[in-house]
């Protein structure tokens, strides 16, 4: 890409291959320096914020000192913007900021759709949205509790800015051909109007990276250029579905075993009570003591290796809080590693009912600690060949820490638990080792195998529910993170919100064509369907199957997404025109297959909108003509699934629908 500048009159402008990037003038300001005022609410990793604004001081002045820098400044501001090429992009590098939160603005595009931010689960197109730039717990408490009074019909469906996220970024792509990030780590608000787009952060970010694309494959190249991508997904995972069984030993054999029995095709199991368990007013929660409960998983490696003689691998649980008063938590609270509150006392959060202490991540003995001892001794020693590396979005902005600025650490403490995680698992030297997380920011890719979306409902609902994890995955794909997967089944059950067996099946249906099929039994699993439910088997046996077949398909998936092209891709990806969507919750699996979930409650039919091209309905053979819509059967098992005409993969789908067609027709 080439880029030019030009400054006359006071108007600067930036272009590249002809295309203006940014403007300014003393009208319409590149930069204005803000002053106000913020307070932080939090309640269990969920954060509210006000912000009251105080003065404005547009930086309107613009001089240009050198051929590849530019000087804005105004009422005693001044900030100096650096110029170079990186990647594929334009950089430019700020100094001279002082303490005060800063608005960048950019033009906006008529009729231009904006992608990206991280995780976003609403909605893709994030025009006329505010999008808040804080890592925070996606569940709220009140919304559970609607639903848990209300008649389904009676609970209104939460808008996108009402949701927050695990996985924010400051990254943004358009159907425009725009790739706009900024390099920052301090909270901010972005805001997609319909004359600019408007960028404003705590502090003044490092730099802003702009570039131009033909298509979002060249878009995402040069994101890729800029965090490396180190996502993987270890091959033994293909193998069949990640079985989520708690309750310790015994059950963990006798689940598996009956499963392999009956045919299904099962590469792991996940344990996340392996450290014991905690009944709390919520449900089955995980005691937050990181070493194997005896008396619960009595000789778990011995079990261990009875499952991989099977073929079977375990997975664990981790996450950077340790149960108050728990043995662990004890050890970390005589050495002073836990985070603490300015009096000096342990700064506990709060899950559900339960307290914790926070693991201070900045302390190297404790870093040190919980990567050799917890990790590497504790959880690879056992075995255990993967674990769900959960939270890091709860750190508070008023504790203190062994070093740094909470306020400004806020958004970088998940990528300094994915780090840890990470080092471990390398430090270790097993390369079929992973690991899974929901919390996230800029770079996450560069340190976390792959991501999941987190904590969703038991429900169909858009907000929180099964639909959910499309525009998720799909935000997070436009966002530099091309891994990622979902529970199936969902997490939160609350009062009658519960899954029942269809939509556990439905949502079996979704993982059966993703990258990676795992389960989990919620947060109440005796109130909700398993995969071993009488009704339930026959579709795991199926479904799994399927997966196991598709196996050659999703390691080109995999592949492509090493280079940072998303694994899964919203229906207008390939015309790179917002205009051509017509499904915001049905989505490509690589290059080839198009999956249309189904998510609506006892539906037995799918209205689908094939993308343009010529399409073979994936169970039945049928040949229909994209860019256009039809009604197509969605038995429960067989979700309409359908591959290209012209694909290389062929032979692989036909075979595959063959060996796993529901005998009977519709149910």
């Not at 069984?245 to 045919?263: E, F, H, P, W």
């Not at 919980?370 to 990790?375: E, G």
């Not at 939160?492 to 990676?516: H, P, Q, T, V, Y």
């Amino acid at each position: 890409m080439t880029f030019q500048t030009e400054l006359s009159g006071g108007r600067w402008t930036l272009t590249a291959d002809g295309a203006t990037l940014l403007e300014h003038t003393a009208v319409s300001p590149f930069i204005t320096a803000v002053r106000h005022e913020k307070t932080y609410k939090a309640a269990r990793g969920s954060v509210k914020e006000r912000v009251r604004e105080i003065e404005r001081i547009p930086l309107a002045a613009a001089e240009r000192p050198s051929a590849d820098t530019v000087v804005f400044s105004g009422g005693g501001h001044r900030v100096s913007a650096s110029l170079s090429e990186r990647g594929g992009a334009v950089r430019l590098d700020f100094t001279g900021a002082d303490g005060w939160a800063y608005e960048f603005r950019l033009p906006a595009i008529d009729g231009e759709a904006v992608f990206g931010g991280g995780e976003q689960y609403r909605q893709v197109n994030l025009r006329g949205e505010r999008v808040v730039n804080l890592v925070s717990e996606h569940i709220k408490a009140s919304t559970v509790l609607q639903k848990a009074v209300l008649p389904r019909a009676l609970y209104r469906e939460k808008r996108h800015k009402d949701i927050g996220s695990y996985a924010p970024m400051p990254v943004f792509v358009t159907d425009r051909g725009r790739l706009i990030l900024f390099d920052t780590t301090a909270d901010g608000i972005s805001r997609f109007g319909a004359g600019a787009y408007a960028f404003r952060f705590d502090r003044c970010p490092d730099a802003l990276l702009l570039a131009r694309g033909k298509s979002y494959r060249e878009l995402s190249a040069v994101l890729a250029a800029q965090y490396k991508n180190r996502q993987y997904i270890p091959d033994w995972c293909r193998d069949g579905m990640i079985l989520s069984i708690q309750g310790g030993t015994d059950a963990i054999l006798n689940k598996t075993a009956a499963m392999l029995d009956a045919g299904a095709a099962i590469s792991g199991v996940w344990s996340q009570d392996w450290c014991g368990e905690k009944r709390t007013v919520m449900g089955k929660q995980v005691c937050w003591n990181w070493e194997a409960d005896e008396t619960l998983y009595p000789k778990l490696k011995d079990a261990i290796s009875v499952l991989n003689g099977r073929g079977v691998r375990f997975l664990a649980y981790i996450n950077p809080y340790l149960v108050r008063d728990g043995r662990l938590y004890n050890l970390f609270k005589e050495k002073g590693w836990l985070i603490t509150r300015r009096s000096g006392e342990i700064y506990h959060m709060q899950s559900t009912t339960f307290d914790a202490g926070m693991i201070d991540l900045t302390n190297p003995d404790a870093a040190a600690y919980t990567k050799d001892t917890l990790i590497k001794r504790n959880m690879l020693d056992l075995g255990v060949s993967g674990w769900m590396a959960d939270f890091g979005e709860y750190l508070p902005v008023d504790c203190v820490l062994h070093d740094g600025d909470p306020k400004l650490l806020h958004n970088e403490w998940p990528m300094l638990w994915a780090k840890l995680n990470r080092e471990a698992v390398e430090e270790y030297g097993k390369d079929d080792v992973f690991f899974f997380m929901r919390s996230g920011y800029l770079g996450i890719q560069e340190y976390a195998p792959t991501l999941w979306n987190g904590d969703q409902h038991t429900d169909y609902t858009k907000d929180y529910g099964l639909p959910c994890v499309m525009p998720a995955s799909f935000s997070l794909g436009f966002s530099g993170a091309p891994m990622v997967h979902c529970d199936a089944g969902g997490f939160f059950s609350f009062g009658k919100m519960k899954r029942d067996d269809e939509l556990f099946i439905r949502w079996m249906e979704l993982c059966a064509f993703s990258l990676l099929m795992r389960s989990h039994e919620s947060i109440r699993p005796w109130a909700n369907a398993q995969f071993d439910a009488e009704a339930v088997t026959p579709h795991t046996v199926r479904l799994t199957n399927v997966y196991r077949a598709l196996k050659p398909y999703l390691a080109q998936c995999v592949d492509e997404a090493r280079n940072g092209v998303p694994a899964l891709r919203p229906d207008f990806y390939e015309a790179m025109d917002y205009g051509a969507s017509r499904d915001p919750y049905s989505y490509f699996l690589g290059g080839e297959l198009y999956v249309c979930p189904v998510i609506k409650r006892k539906a037995r039919t799918r209205k689908v909108y094939l993308p343009k091209g010529v399409w073979v309905h994936f169970w039945t053979g049928k040949v229909y003509t994209g860019d256009e819509a039809y009604t197509v059967p969605a038995p429960l098992g067989e979700i309409p699934v359908f591959y290209r005409a012209n694909g290389e993969h062929i032979a692989l789908f036909r075979e595959t629908a063959a060996a796993y067609k529901l005998q009977g027709g519709a149910n």
